[in-house]
Each structure stands twice: as structure tokens, then as C-alpha cells.
């Protein structure tokens, strides 16, 4: 990396970052276009966010993703927020060109099964009432499911956020139930997305939250989880005959999503995916 007196600089605010798998992307994609950009990730403690979008504006620096604790406190201080972000009430991409608010981790998530199968027309189980199915559940909505059923341990979480998506007038069919009913709903499923931490590392050999025997060949798994990559649910998939989705490729989506809302230009996926496959020692 070549910087420069002109180099642009966009990053990362959260706390902490210093794991964050967005600089070695985002680096690598400049660094293949041959763009005069830098991705860096700056740890913002809790009580400095509005210092921060406010230094960064007067530093020129061109965009931020936002990352753990600071996506819902950022909205408080931008100019804008594009419409879905503002229905799933939290945003992960800041442009400072006109200080606009975007939510790309759902994007992330419906461009990968997208790789797949299209969502259109589709019968999607979300399993997770939290900050993925959210972002998730709305574009799910956006990209023209027919119907979607949100599953959770804490059911008043998933009535809740099936209000909020009914509400939203995206999709006109969303239920909520108790994640142990899982079995009677994707018998019916074309889509099964999993938002619950369960099978992340060091928790691998969790049971997963529906066995092989329980899906269909025609099911799409996707498990948001992405350490590790073969999670127990994706193995549970793959034993079925189903076709799996895995959590890597959410990463990637949403940040080229960001990367192409910076810059304006097509993002170099298949870059990015090597360079996120290599941080997490993929290959
Ligand atoms: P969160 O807000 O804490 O929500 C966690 C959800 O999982 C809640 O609905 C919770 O249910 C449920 N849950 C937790 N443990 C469970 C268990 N043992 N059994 C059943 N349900 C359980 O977390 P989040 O931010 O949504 O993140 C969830 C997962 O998505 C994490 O593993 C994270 O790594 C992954 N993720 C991946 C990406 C990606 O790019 N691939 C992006 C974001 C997040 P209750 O409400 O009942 O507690």
C-alpha cells in the first residue's frame, strides 16, 4: 500500500476493533483497482461517537463502517438515513459525502442466498430475534419473500419484530413463533436462515437448531455464523442433500455493499473473498 498526501481514507468505528476482518478486505479491493484509498479501524469509546463523525468529517475522511456498540448511537448523528436502515433501526455504513446513514449487513445476508436462489416469491424461516435477523428480516421483506416466519427462544422478541416487519409494508405475510416449533415450519420452507450464535467457535459441537432428517433437498441453509465456515447446522445441510449458504459470504456482501456506496464503483468481490478467506485462515 502506497499512501499518499492524496490518499482517501474511509475505516471502521467500534469497540473493540482491533479483530475486525475489514481492512484486509476493503485494502485488498483498493489495492486491485489500483484506487488511492486506505481502510483503518479506529476503537471510539461509547462516550466520544459524536466527536468521532464529527472529526471525521472535519478530517475529509470518506466513509465509515460501524461496528459493535455504535450502530444505533451514529443515527443520532447524521444528516440522513436511508429508508431501510431506519426501519431496522441500527446502520453499519456512513458516507460523508452527504453524512447518509445505510444498514449493508442485510444486503450482506440476501446477496448471498441470493447466490443461490432468488428470494422472490420465496417461504423463508428466520431462526434469531436479534441485531442480524433484524438488518436480515427486513431486506428479506425488501427482496420479495412471500412469506417469512421469525423463530425465537424469547417469542416476545420474535412478535415483536414480526410487528415491526408487517408494519414495514414490505412483505404482507410474517408470523412469529417459538423456535422449538422449527420442525413444523421448514417442512414447507424453500429458505431456513439462522441468526443465533449457536455452533460458533468455541461452541462447535452445539446441536444445531434443526437436524438433517428434519430438512428437504430443496431447502437453502444459510447459517450467519462464519467461525467456523462448516458450522454443525451447514454440515446438517449438506448431509441432507440441501444447499448451504455460508456466513463468510455475508461478510463479503455487506462489504462490497459499503465499498460500492463509497466509491461508486463495482466492487471486486472475488478479491475481497480471497482476502477474507485468508485472514480466516481458509486457505
Ligand atoms: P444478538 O442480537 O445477541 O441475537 C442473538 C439471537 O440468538 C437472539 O435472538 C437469541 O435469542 C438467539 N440465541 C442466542 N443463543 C441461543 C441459543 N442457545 N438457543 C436459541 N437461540 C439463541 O446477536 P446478533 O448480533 O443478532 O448476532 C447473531 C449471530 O449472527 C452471531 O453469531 C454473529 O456472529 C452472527 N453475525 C454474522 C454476521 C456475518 O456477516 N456473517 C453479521 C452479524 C452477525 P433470545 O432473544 O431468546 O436470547
Not at 415491526?164 to 431456513?192: T, Y
Not at 436462515?193 to 455452533?199: N, S, V
Not at 448451504?244 to 468481490?269: D, R
Amino acid at each position: 500500500m502506497n499512501i499518499k498526501g492524496s490518499t482517501n481514507i474511509v475505516g471502521l468505528i467500534g469497540h473493540p476493533v482491533e479483530h475486525s476482518f475489514s481492512p484486509p478486505m476493503h485494502n485488498a479491493a483498493f489495492e486491485a483497482l489500483g484506487m488511492d484509498y486506505a481502510y483503518v479501524a479506529f476503537d471510539v469509546d461509547p462516550s466520544n461517537v459524536k466527536s468521532a463523525i464529527e472529526g471525521a468529517r472535519s478530517l475529509n475522511i470518506k466513509g465509515f463502517n460501524v461496528t459493535i456498540p455504535h450502530k444505533i448511537e451514529v443515527m443520532n448523528h447524521l444528516d440522513e438515513i436511508d429508508e431501510v436502515a431506519a426501519l431496522i433501526g441500527a446502520v453499519n455504513t456512513i458516507d460523508f459525502k452527504n453524512l447518509k446513514g445505510y444498514n449493508t449487513d442485510g444486503i450482506g445476508a440476501v446477496k448471498a442466498i441470493e447466490e443461490v436462489t432468488p428470494i422472490k416469491g420465496k417461504n423463508v424461516v428466520i431462526a434469531g430475534a436479534g441485531g442480524a435477523s433484524r438488518a436480515i428480516s427486513f431486506y428479506v421483506a425488501k427482496y420479495g419473500a412471500s412469506n417469512l416466519t421469525i423463530l425465537n427462544r424469547n417469542v416476545e422478541k420474535a412478535q415483536n419484530l414480526a410487528n415491526d416487519v408487517n408494519e414495514s409494508g414490505l412483505i404482507d405475510d410474517v408470523k412469529s413463533d417459538s423456535i422449538e416449533e422449527i420442525n413444523n415450519c421448514i417442512g414447507d420452507a424453500d429458505i431456513l436462515i439462522d441468526t443465533t450464535p449457536i455452533g460458533m467457535h468455541p461452541n462447535v459441537d452445539d446441536a444445531p437448531i434443526v437436524g438433517a432428517e428434519d430438512m428437504h433437498e430443496d431447502l437453502v441453509v444459510f447459517d450467519a455464523v462464519y467461525n467456523p465456515n462448516e458450522t454443525v447446522l451447514i454440515n446438517e445441510a449438506i448431509k441432507a442433500g440441501a444447499k448451504p449458504v455460508y456466513g463468510i459470504k455475508m461478510l463479503l456482501y455487506q462489504g462490497a455493499e459499503s465499498f460500492e456506496i463509497w466509491t461508486g464503483k463495482k466492487a471486486p468481490v472475488d478479491v475481497m473473498e480471497k482476502a477474507l478467506r485468508k485472514t480466516l485462515n481458509l486457505e
